[in-house]
């Protein structure tokens, strides 16, 4: 779909919003720091920190606020009458400086595309630029200008609820998405928001909102390359964390948000601080009231104030009680002026009320949540091949809950959603399956939640009296994202107990799972022979779902995070440190549980085909590589079913002896190809010598000499029956090694 095709948008509408957040050229930047220094010359300071203030529509904000230029941002407008409305108020204001207009777009606008965790596991930087894409265009089509992502939190435990909003475990993987994602937004028409800053993934417990505590060369390895990823590809801002970081509460953080993010990696727009997280300062405990709160954030790097009322209520006082510089509110109030101007907002015309979110979903729009969906569902396992439907099948019985759940398909954080958009499952079922004379019996043996099993029955017949049973269970909305931390991640309420039910009827049956993070299966593993990993598919679930079980697409998603045996295994990541006491069979006093095997059920990188791949002949082009050079592996991947199919290629490298433990496999580099039956390819991935380092706790980044291991493969399995084994190595000479203080590359 084209803008252009969406009724009553204009060509310069449409031009304005394709550069949204364009990066300029240094003369062009020249000529926008010099209206900045105009513009700020003329402020007054109340006006200044006007401009720091972030509130929402609704209550406590009054529309005259806007026009006495006491708010600088504005949250969920999400209607062209109301961001009309508010422009022209900002034009009634003595400076006329316009606001940001900012939303939650995390997955789509109207039309939803897969959550955040879903869209990862397929690998590809393409469909994440993509989907962000169409979800900024349809937002900025009725006025929204920024986005509060991607979410860039990097998360090794399922526990999390947020772990949907991101990308999973790994920072390689991490960081390509996140960019893709930012520059997806920005084609679109939005500015990004990079958030949460920083290592917001890892609360104790995975408990939302608890304190964090990771070390600094762990941060530096594994936390914030997808936040300096995000700066490289030009987001607008940040929104620092609402957790304590190593006892520092991230809002009043000045390592994270002025060493960091300022100094090291020369970000230059501005830091928002998360919903009234500056006034959440108090219940840290490092301050005793709101203006010490307001000061220490401004003082530490924080920008802006979302909903707090803070910095408007107190930060004038602290400036003329000199606790607060008054040149330091003049470099936050820079930074947001900055990015208003390299948003064009200044000479951009006032939306036109009459575009309304009603115009999506379109049918582009449909047809591309539907290609993206597909792409990133996961085949856990096939035994037998199941899956996909076979062609001799007349009767289908489709049982569970989640199978007519149009709004919980959707996920959390769907922005202008509407259950009424979506096509469910069972529908997506039914309407492929009339095409080939196949019967639906539909039953959902249980509510939403499974509490209660009074249709098991009625289920457990229609089952019998089908050829083949699709199970369509897992996580309903409500028990995903934000606030949903879970301490028991089996399946919920009596799911486990139905599933069995029908495993007992004997017929073939596939399991699709909905939901936001893995789950436990326990037993369901061993009964159910195809499991289908489906996340929150959005608004097109139901084709892209019948597209993949009836065998029209071959699934090809990856996941993204490790799928574990029993909750006590959380966190649980592949890419963790060696121990001196590696796993042996039958030896208790090495690395195991005692009632639990270590091993995950599914491993990162994870993902069957309804083909199969072979892998042969991998090359490294070079045995030593010195400073400067590129590491090239190349491998030859062919098809070998008879069905078309894309696999993801995976190199994994190790370092075995160095100065410090490095993880026993870590991800540097990927690619997701597409094959035909019988077809070969010569792939060959790039690793830069320079990113194959680690940094010391003081930020000291190294590339140390040594002989290094490399693995390809599908998956990232260490252990010998896996297709991640050990192929080759290679050597790094010695190299000049400065201190670098945590860029990310040898000096």
């Given at each position: 779909?084209?803008?252009?095709?969406?009724?009553?948008?204009?060509?310069?509408?449409?031009?304005?919003?394709?550069?949204?957040?364009?990066?300029?050229?240094?003369?062009?930047?020249?000529?926008?720091?010099?209206?900045?220094?105009?513009?700020?010359?003329?402020?007054?300071?109340?006006?200044?920190?006007?401009?720091?203030?972030?509130?929402?529509?609704?209550?406590?904000?009054?529309?005259?606020?806007?026009?006495?230029?006491?708010?600088?941002?504005?949250?969920?407008?999400?209607?062209?009458?109301?961001?009309?409305?508010?422009?022209?108020?900002?034009?009634?204001?003595?400076?006329?400086?316009?606001?940001?207009?900012?939303?939650?777009?995390?997955?789509?606008?109207?039309?939803?595309?897969?959550?955040?965790?879903?869209?990862?596991?397929?690998?590809?930087?393409?469909?994440?630029?993509?989907?962000?894409?169409?979800?900024?265009?349809?937002?900025?089509?009725?006025?929204?200008?920024?986005?509060?992502?991607?979410?860039?939190?990097?998360?090794?435990?399922?526990?999390?609820?947020?772990?949907?909003?991101?990308?999973?475990?790994?920072?390689?993987?991490?960081?390509?998405?996140?960019?893709?994602?930012?520059?997806?937004?920005?084609?679109?028409?939005?500015?990004?928001?990079?958030?949460?800053?920083?290592?917001?993934?890892?609360?104790?417990?995975?408990?939302?909102?608890?304190?964090?505590?990771?070390?600094?060369?762990?941060?530096?390895?594994?936390?914030?390359?997808?936040?300096?990823?995000?700066?490289?590809?030009?987001?607008?801002?940040?929104?620092a964390a609402f957790n304590a970081l190593n006892g520092e509460p991230s809002t009043a953080n000045p390592w994270l948000l002025t060493d960091v993010l300022r100094k090291q990696w020369g970000f230059d727009g501005f830091v928002t601080s998360d919903w009234v997280g500056i006034g959440e300062l108090i219940n840290h405990g490092i301050a005793a009231d709101g203006a010490e709160a307001a000061r220490k954030a401004i003082l530490a790097g924080v920008d802006m104030d979302m909903m707090g009322l803070l910095y408007i209520k107190h930060l004038p006082d602290e400036v003329r009680a000199g606790r607060v510089p008054e040149s330091v509110i003049d470099e936050s109030v820079r930074r947001v002026l900055r990015t208003k101007f390299r948003m064009g907002l200044f000479d951009r015309p006032d939306i036109d009320t009459s575009h309304l979110d009603s115009a999506f979903p379109s049918p582009e729009s449909r047809q591309a949540a539907r290609e993206v969906a597909r792409e990133t569902f996961v085949l856990l396992q096939n035994r037998g091949d199941v899956l996909p439907i076979p062609s001799s099948v007349r009767s289908v019985a489709v049982v569970g809950p989640l199978a007519d759940a149009p709004h919980d398909q959707m996920g959390p954080h769907a922005a202008r959603g509407h259950k009424e958009d979506s096509v469910s499952i069972l529908e997506g079922i039914r309407r492929r399956a009339e095409g080939a004379g196949i019967a639906v019996h539909h039953a959902p043996a249980c509510d939403l939640f499974c509490r209660n099993t009074e249709g098991l029955q009625a289920a457990v017949d229609a089952a019998k009296r089908s050829d083949f049973v699709i199970a369509v269970f897992g996580e309903p909305q409500e028990l995903s994202g934000e606030a949903a931390s879970r301490a028991h991640m089996e399946l919920n309420g009596k799911q486990i107990e139905v599933l069995e039910a029908l495993a007992g009827t004997g017929k073939p049956v596939a399991l699709v799972i909905v939901g936001g993070r893995p789950q436990v299966l326990g037993p369901v593993a061993e009964s159910f022979p195809s499991i289908l990993m489906t996340w929150y598919p959005g608004t097109e679930a139901g084709p892209a779902v019948a597209d993949v079980l009836f065998g029209d697409v071959s699934p090809s998603g990856k996941l993204p995070v490790t799928w574990p045996r029993a909750t006590g295994q959380m966190p649980i990541y592949y890419n963790r440190l060696p121990t001196g006491r590696p796993t042996l069979p039958n030896n208790r006093f090495t690395l195991h549980y005692i009632d639990e095997a270590i091993t995950p059920l599914y491993p990162f990188g994870w993902g069957l085909s309804y083909t199969q791949f072979a892998y042969s002949d991998t090359?490294?082009?070079?045995?030593?590589?010195?400073?400067?050079?590129?590491?090239?592996?190349?491998?030859?991947?062919?098809?070998?079913?008879?069905?078309?199919?894309?696999?993801?290629?995976?190199?994994?490298?190790?370092?075995?002896?160095?100065?410090?433990?490095?993880?026993?496999?870590?991800?540097?580099?990927?690619?997701?190809?597409?094959?035909?039956?019988?077809?070969?390819?010569?792939?060959?991935?790039?690793?830069?010598?320079?990113?194959?380092?680690?940094?010391?706790?003081?930020?000291?980044?190294?590339?140390e000499a040594g002989t290094i291991q490399v693995f390809v493969g599908g998956n990232s399995l260490a252990e010998p029956i896996g297709d991640a084994e050990i192929v080759k190595t290679f050597r790094i000479p010695p190299m000049e090694r400065r201190a670098s203080a945590a860029i990310g590359i040898v000096e």
């Amino acid at each position: 779909m084209r803008l252009s095709d969406v009724p009553g948008l204009t060509q310069l509408t449409l031009a304005l919003a394709m550069t949204a957040t364009f990066l300029p050229m240094a003369g062009a930047q020249e000529a926008i720091e010099r209206r900045v220094n105009e513009l700020l010359a003329q402020m007054t300071l109340e006006e200044k920190v006007g401009q720091l203030n972030l509130v929402s529509h609704g209550p406590p904000l009054r529309w005259e606020d806007i026009s006495e230029g006491k708010a600088g941002a504005l949250l969920n407008f999400n209607s062209a009458p109301d961001v009309a409305r508010a422009q022209a108020l900002a034009r009634q204001s003595r400076l006329k400086i316009p606001p940001l207009f900012g939303l939650d777009v995390l997955h789509g606008f109207r039309t939803q595309f897969p959550l955040p965790l879903g869209e990862a596991a397929a690998f590809s930087p393409r469909i994440s630029r993509f989907a962000s894409e169409w979800a900024a265009k349809e937002a900025a089509y009725v006025g929204v200008n920024w986005t509060f992502a991607p979410m860039a939190d990097l998360s090794r435990d399922s526990r999390w609820g947020r772990i949907v909003e991101g990308f999973g475990e790994d920072p390689t993987l991490g960081a390509a998405l996140t960019a893709a994602r930012v520059e997806g937004f920005r084609k679109g028409g939005l500015a990004a928001a990079a958030k949460h800053f920083a290592g917001y993934g890892a609360p104790q417990g995975g408990r939302d909102y608890d304190t964090t505590y990771i070390p600094r060369a762990e941060m530096y390895d594994t936390y914030l390359p997808p936040f300096r990823a995000a700066v490289e590809a030009g987001t607008a801002s940040f929104m620092a964390a609402f957790n304590a970081l190593n006892g520092e509460p991230s809002t009043a953080n000045p390592w994270l948000l002025t060493d960091v993010l300022r100094k090291q990696w020369g970000f230059d727009g501005f830091v928002t601080s998360d919903w009234v997280g500056i006034g959440e300062l108090i219940n840290h405990g490092i301050a005793a009231d709101g203006a010490e709160a307001a000061r220490k954030a401004i003082l530490a790097g924080v920008d802006m104030d979302m909903m707090g009322l803070l910095y408007i209520k107190h930060l004038p006082d602290e400036v003329r009680a000199g606790r607060v510089p008054e040149s330091v509110i003049d470099e936050s109030v820079r930074r947001v002026l900055r990015t208003k101007f390299r948003m064009g907002l200044f000479d951009r015309p006032d939306i036109d009320t009459s575009h309304l979110d009603s115009a999506f979903p379109s049918p582009e729009s449909r047809q591309a949540a539907r290609e993206v969906a597909r792409e990133t569902f996961v085949l856990l396992q096939n035994r037998g091949d199941v899956l996909p439907i076979p062609s001799s099948v007349r009767s289908v019985a489709v049982v569970g809950p989640l199978a007519d759940a149009p709004h919980d398909q959707m996920g959390p954080h769907a922005a202008r959603g509407h259950k009424e958009d979506s096509v469910s499952i069972l529908e997506g079922i039914r309407r492929r399956a009339e095409g080939a004379g196949i019967a639906v019996h539909h039953a959902p043996a249980c509510d939403l939640f499974c509490r209660n099993t009074e249709g098991l029955q009625a289920a457990v017949d229609a089952a019998k009296r089908s050829d083949f049973v699709i199970a369509v269970f897992g996580e309903p909305q409500e028990l995903s994202g934000e606030a949903a931390s879970r301490a028991h991640m089996e399946l919920n309420g009596k799911q486990i107990e139905v599933l069995e039910a029908l495993a007992g009827t004997g017929k073939p049956v596939a399991l699709v799972i909905v939901g936001g993070r893995p789950q436990v299966l326990g037993p369901v593993a061993e009964s159910f022979p195809s499991i289908l990993m489906t996340w929150y598919p959005g608004t097109e679930a139901g084709p892209a779902v019948a597209d993949v079980l009836f065998g029209d697409v071959s699934p090809s998603g990856k996941l993204p995070v490790t799928w574990p045996r029993a909750t006590g295994q959380m966190p649980i990541y592949y890419n963790r440190l060696p121990t001196g006491r590696p796993t042996l069979p039958n030896n208790r006093f090495t690395l195991h549980y005692i009632d639990e095997a270590i091993t995950p059920l599914y491993p990162f990188g994870w993902g069957l085909s309804y083909t199969q791949f072979a892998y042969s002949d991998t090359a490294i082009a070079q045995k030593q590589i010195g400073e400067g050079e590129t590491l090239e592996v190349s491998v030859t991947v062919k098809n070998t079913g008879a069905r078309d199919g894309q696999e993801v290629v995976q190199l994994y490298t190790r370092d075995p002896v160095a100065s410090r433990s490095r993880p026993l496999r870590e991800l540097k580099a990927f690619e997701k190809i597409a094959l035909k039956p019988g077809e070969a390819k010569r792939v060959t991935l790039q690793v830069p010598v320079e990113s194959l380092g680690f940094h010391l706790d003081d930020g000291t980044y190294l590339v140390e000499a040594g002989t290094i291991q490399v693995f390809v493969g599908g998956n990232s399995l260490a252990e010998p029956i896996g297709d991640a084994e050990i192929v080759k190595t290679f050597r790094i000479p010695p190299m000049e090694r400065r201190a670098s203080a945590a860029i990310g590359i040898v000096e």
